[in-house]
């Protein structure tokens, strides 16, 4: 069996935002010459998500409203607890909680073996810093 583990680091400007990673991730599997296998990809930081979905527009300003309406940005510590403790993230936290740590992909004939519409996608949801992804590729 073969392996290969890259780490990728993102730093998204804005508190909050999806990345398509697909074309990258795309670009490790065919480096790493499995043919049939699986991929994990994984965000490395507890305000990060790696998810997948369609590379849609409106799907992702409809995902920023929901997210902010389910945990709202607040850097009081009178709503969130966390915040006393000197973080003003506590939102990001529960966000990543709903979005998802990782995502795990069949490798087949060499590819990503996905499902119509789907795609790789980088959320941030503390910005503003560099964030570090797990990429790891096993299989023959």
Known sequence: MKSLTEYLTFNIPARMGFLNITPTIEEIVGK?????????????????????NDDERGLHEDY???????????????????NRTGEDNADAHMKRQIMGREVVVAVTGGKLDFGPWEQIFYGEFDGRRPKRVLVKIIGE
């Not at 790493?32 to 997948?52: K, Y």
């Not at 920023?64 to 966390?82: I, N």
């Open 32 to 52: 790493s010459g499995i043919q049939e296998g699986i991929l994990l990809c994984n965000a490395m930081h507890i305000t990060a998500s790696v998810f997948i």
């Open 64 to 82: 920023r409203k929901w997210l902010e309406h389910l945990a709202p940005f607040d850097a009081s510590p009178q709503r969130y607890a966390h």
